[in-house]
T-cell receptor, first 114, second 112 residues
Framework: DADVTQTPRNRITKTGKRIMLECSQT?????MYWYRQDPGLGLRLIYY???????NKGEISDGYSVSRQAQAKFSLSLESAIPNQTALYFC?????????????FGPGTRLLVL | AQKITQTQPGMFVQEKEAVTLDCTYDTSDPSYGLFWYKQPSSGEMIFLIY??????QNATEGRYSLNFQKARKSANLVISASQLGDSAMYFC?????????FGTGTSLTVIP
């Protein structure tokens, strides 16, 4: 089984709808991240969390919210989706020890907002 | 100002040759980390190599090495003996304090 899973893998929604993207990890890592990837722009950080009570805005948090339900779960919500939120969304985790600098990415969620 | 700049949108390399992908960064934080990731056409992000700002030696991981020139704020990725499977997008990234910043990527095509 994959260490970092994202659901759904693909989602089509309409403008104005609220949607949630979920991320779960079995790596036991404290740090979790949400990114979006747009063609030609690389990845941009939306939110990050260092533990259940530590949630921080990233570079582009407007229009998004997150919830860290447990150490292993970090959800991203679009309260009222708009077409320019169409993108590929990645969740990532980062742990401690010898590989503390390495981020491990989920497979991504492709979101289309009509 | 861009935190990470990758100036090569696309690169071609002959199979078995070496290739260098350029990356420059901008930070005033004395402690930072530099990374390279590979993204094949299937879409997943694969970690390749890491360099810490205080590391004296250039990082190496198999066929990948990171040419770290601190004074020039550059962190170029060198891939030796290119293989067809190396064809992918490559992203340079930096950890500054607690946040990560990614470049816009370089598309590498390995020619048989």
């Amino acid at each position: 089984d994959a260490d970092v899973t994202q659901t759904p893998r693909n989602r089509i929604t309409k403008t104005g709808k609220r949607i949630m993207l979920e991320c779960s990890q079995t790596k036991g890592h404290d740090r979790m991240y949400w990114y979006r990837q747009d063609p030609g722009l690389g990845l941009r950080l939306i939110y990050y969390s260092f533990d259940v009570k530590d949630i921080n805005k990233g570079e582009i948090s407007d229009g998004y919210s997150v919830s860290r339900q447990a150490q292993a779960k970090f959800s991203l919500s679009l309260e009222s989706a708009i077409p320019n939120q169409t993108a590929l969304y990645f969740c990532a985790t980062r742990g401690g020890g010898a590989h503390q600098e390495t981020q491990y990415f989920g497979p991504g969620t492709r979101l289309l907002v009509l | 100002a861009q935190k990470i700049t990758q100036t090569q949108p696309g690169m071609f390399v002959q199979e078995k040759e070496a290739v260098t992908l350029d990356c420059t960064y901008d930070t005033s934080d004395p402690s930072y980390g530099l990374f390279w990731y590979k993204q094949p056409s299937s879409g997943e992000m694969i970690f390749l190599i890491y360099q810490g700002s205080y590391d004296q030696q250039n990082a190496t991981e198999g066929r990948y090495s990171l040419n770290f020139q601190k004074a020039r704020k550059s962190a170029n990725l060198v891939i030796s003996a290119s293989q067809l499977g190396d064809s992918a997008m490559y992203f340079c990234a930096m950890r500054e304090v607690r946040q990560f910043y990614f470049g816009t990527g370089t598309s590498l095509t390995v020619i048989p």
